[in-house]
């Protein structure tokens, strides 16, 4: 089975300055898919970033790129440049690569952004 | 991109009554889609999976005979929450992949109240 870990409840950072948010994960799965999603206060889940895992390039989206490294099956991700519409909850997700596609979500972290 | 329209967006219901949720997959084909329901500041727990043309898989706990899923054509999906109780009220998000392991693509949620 595949669990999802983020260990972070809240977090704030200021605007303009940079956040990291972290997830785990545990699989036997050699190869899969990461995501982060973010789900603003509208409650619409938005994409952020995606993760190969049989790739060791870390995914980068603009202000948004990620920490991927597959051994320790962490998969953490940094925004730069906070804006206040970054304010959101952030949701780690898990796909297995062939088979039952459903994605597995952690139990998000709510991220504040100060002015 | 790929649109997932969900609909209604708000509906209150009385207790006993059955209620139908809609996820159409506006620009795309959908051979799955996903019902997930999340509970306030929780993370999305999926309910099942929907299959066009055949019945969908429920995740355990969840009871099939109160959550009826129709998945009839490819890009219609139905969630029927039938003789709805105050403890079914939830907000219940539909998402369907468009493939190539590029993860989801959201509906805007249903916030269901059941008075």
């Known amino acids: 089975a595949q669990t999802v870990t983020q260990s972070q409840p809240e977090m704030s950072v200021q605007e303009a300055e940079t956040v990291t948010l972290s997830c785990t994960y545990d699989?036997?799965?050699?190869?899969?898919?990461l995501f982060w999603y973010k789900q603003p206060p509208s409650r619409q889940m938005i994409l952020v970033i995606r993760?190969?895992?049989?790739?060791?390039q870390n995914a980068t989206e603009n202000r948004f790129s990620v920490n991927f490294q597959k051994a320790a099956k962490s998969f953490s991700l940094k925004i730069s440049d906070s804006q206040l519409g970054d304010t959101a909850m952030y949701f780690c997700?898990?796909?297995?690569?062939?088979?039952?596609?459903?994605?597995?979500f952690g139990t998000g972290t709510r991220l504040t952004v100060i002015p | 991109g790929a649109v997932v329209s969900q609909h209604p967006s708000r509906v209150i219901c009385k207790s006993g009554t059955s209620v139908k949720i809609e996820c159409r997959s506006l620009?795309?084909?959908?051979?799955?889609m996903f019902w997930y329901r999340q509970f306030p500041k929780q993370s999305l727990m999926l309910m099942a999976t929907?299959?066009?043309?055949?019945?969908?898989?429920?995740e355990q706990g969840v009871e099939k005979d109160k959550f009826l899923i129709n998945h009839a054509s490819l890009t219609l999906s139905t969630l029927t929450v039938t003789s709805a109780h105050p403890e079914d009220s939830s907000f219940y998000i539909c998402?369907?992949?468009?493939?190539?392991?590029?993860?989801?693509?959201f509906g805007s949620g249903t916030r269901l109240t059941v008075v």
């Open positions: 998402s369907a992949s468009t493939g190539g392991g590029y993860g989801y693509t």
């Open positions: 699989t036997s799965e050699n190869n899969y898919y």
């Open positions: 993760q190969e895992a049989y790739k060791q």
């Open positions: 997700a898990f796909m297995k690569h062939t088979g039952a596609n459903n994605l597995f």
């Open positions: 620009d795309f084909q959908a051979t799955t």
């Open positions: 929907s299959n066009e043309g055949s019945k969908a898989t429920y």
